[in-house]
């Protein structure tokens, strides 16, 4: 019958009985088994093993012990003190890195706190100088009403007595003085102060760019997946015990990049252009004549029709009136529900972007140029010193509300001068350029959506409220995120069909176009 494992015989260190045949001195060594045994045993358990006598393996373990005592001296031991002082240097560094980080992190604030003290008192200051200003005026411009109404009054009685006793030449005096000049009322100062209902994005900007990693714990990649530490290697259950804080790290990080969708509808019209409006609202263009305005479940509230079809539709950040471009090379401007031309182009428009400075910048084929208002060209692209516009085939423009840097989707088409490649390029308020980017993603964001992917076709692009780049992809039925200067920040969104267009509203909610008709706002983290 065999022994249970737990209650089979363990031979404890120095002990020289054996743990079989108690009282039975251990002499020999069972080669088979390597392990010590009696006389006895060789009739009983190890029956027919190779055994020796123990002092022949002496010299052998002697050997051993030797060769570990000097590798463990040059080598495991001398390398355990190096690991112990550099342990101990990294804790100091540790202490001292958090300490000027915190410090760093400290004085920033406290310089913001002193910007905004000082901003807030010199307008405070302002307000008052301002106030004392219209208060002078108006006490003066109240004295001279009541000296003219004195000198009215005079006047009026000096009127009746000619009337009823005066002569003729003092009645034709009286006449003659009887026109009234009311003082002029004069020009106040004036002065507003609206408060950012989301300042959350420009603290951040104006505080600075907060690195964090976590080296030897899980760390997160842009796909939420947890990267596990020791070169790929499972920790040892010691390694283990740490564990839930690389959890709790993940956890956080996936929640902060969340996309949620706040709401999802069909739009009952076909849809290629999108610009949310300031209450909620979005106006829509689908390559026909007619502007619909939905509210934001999807729902028709106005439409307008124009003589041409509508190539591009852009919201004047100032103004926020609509401003159109169509096939007939016509500029209007929705006023009063009603398309009002401004200016025409020369060539036809394919699309359009009114600036904060109140320009309308136009894309043309192999070229954008900037307008006035009323028509009169400012600036227009040149070529890059090569056969090749730096422009080839606009479809999409925005503009940054930060930099005033403006974002192009180029088509890139060969009919008009480009290399069938499309992408984005963002050029400086003179309109040159800064960078191009081409849909590139580093091959740290693992992401199993990735395999397989299609070339990059930008289909809309839009500035958010802090100087992030939003990017249809529509091969990849994705919408990317990248920052102002190009670096790509994550995948905010993929879904099961094609991207036609982005837009973006004032509490930063993302408006996207997938399929021509199915929307999606989406409320992302920039982070």
């Not at 760019?209 to 499972?234: L, W």
């Not at 949620?260 to 390559?287: A, Y």
């Not at 267009?501 to 929307?519: H, I, P, T």
């Amino acid at each position: 019958m065999a022994i249970p494992i737990g209650q089979i015989p363990f031979r404890k260190k120095g002990q020289t009985r054996c743990i079989e045949h108690k009282g039975r001195q251990l002499e020999l060594y069972c080669e088979k088994c390597d392990t010590l045994v009696c006389l006895k045993c060789l009739s009983t358990i190890h029956k027919g093993h190779d055994v020796c006598e123990l002092n022949e393996i002496t010299s052998q373990k002697k050997q051993d012990i030797q060769n570990f005592i000097e590798r463990t001296e040059k080598n495991d031991l001398v390398q355990l003190r190096e690991y112990i002082t550099s342990t101990d240097t990294l804790l100091k560094d540790n202490t001292s890195n958090f300490e000027n980080l915190s410090h760093k992190l400290k004085t920033q604030t406290d310089q913001l706190k002193q910007d905004l003290d000082l901003l807030t008192t010199q307008t405070l200051s302002l307000y008052q100088k301002m106030e004392e200003d219209n208060a002078k005026l108006k006490q003066t411009y109240k004295q001279d009403l009541e000296m003219c109404n004195k000198q009215l009054g005079q006047r009026v009685q000096e009127c009746k007595s000619a009337l009823q006793r005066g002569s003729n030449i003092e009645i034709y005096d009286a006449g003659c003085s009887i026109k009234t000049n009311l003082p002029v009322k004069p020009v106040l100062g004036t002065a507003s102060f609206t408060p950012n209902k989301n300042p959350k994005h420009h603290l951040e900007l104006a505080l600075g760019t907060i690195d964090i990693s976590r080296e030897g714990q899980a760390s997160v990649d842009q796909d939420y997946t947890s990267v596990t530490p020791f070169g790929g290697q499972k920790p040892s259950s010691t390694s283990q015990q740490s564990e839930p804080k690389g959890k709790k790290a993940v956890t956080m990080y996936k929640q902060l990049l969340q996309t949620k969708v706040l709401e999802e509808w069909e739009s009952p019209v076909g849809i290629t252009s999108i610009c949310p409006t300031t209450d909620g609202q979005v106006w829509t263009s689908f390559n026909s004549n007619t502007l619909t305005l939905l509210d934001r479940n999807g729902r028709v509230i106005q439409q307008v029709k124009q003589k041409a079809n509508i190539n591009s539709i852009s919201l004047s950040p100032t103004t926020h009136t609509l401003w159109v471009c169509d096939a007939e090379h016509n500029i209007t401007e929705l006023v009063s529900g009603r398309l009002t031309n401004r200016f025409s182009t020369k060539e036809r428009p394919m699309c359009i972007c009114v600036t904060a400075s109140n320009h309308v910048i136009v894309g043309m084929t192999e070229h954008i140029s900037k307008f006035t208002t009323q028509g009169q060209m400012v600036l227009t692209t040149s070529s890059t010193g090569t056969w090749k516009p730096l422009v080839c085939s606009p479809r999409w423009i925005s503009e940054c509300p930060v930099t005033h840097t403006v974002a192009v989707v180029d088509c890139n088409y060969k009919r008009g001068g480009g290399d069938g490649i499309p992408h984005v390029i963002v050029m400086d308020t003179d309109l040159k350029e800064l960078f191009v980017y081409r849909g590139d993603i580093p091959s740290t964001y693992k992401q199993s959506s990735q395999k397989g992917a299609q070339p990059f076709n930008p289909r809309g692009v839009v500035y958010d409220s802090v100087g992030n780049i939003i990017i249809a992809d529509c091969n990849n039925n994705r919408v990317l995120l990248i920052s102002g200067r190009g670096e790509f920040l994550r995948i905010i969104h993929t879904d099961t069909i094609w991207t036609c267009d982005v837009g973006v509203d004032r509490e930063d909610v993302l408006w996207a176009v997938f399929g021509g008709c199915n929307v999606k706002l989406l409320q992302y983290n920039s982070a």
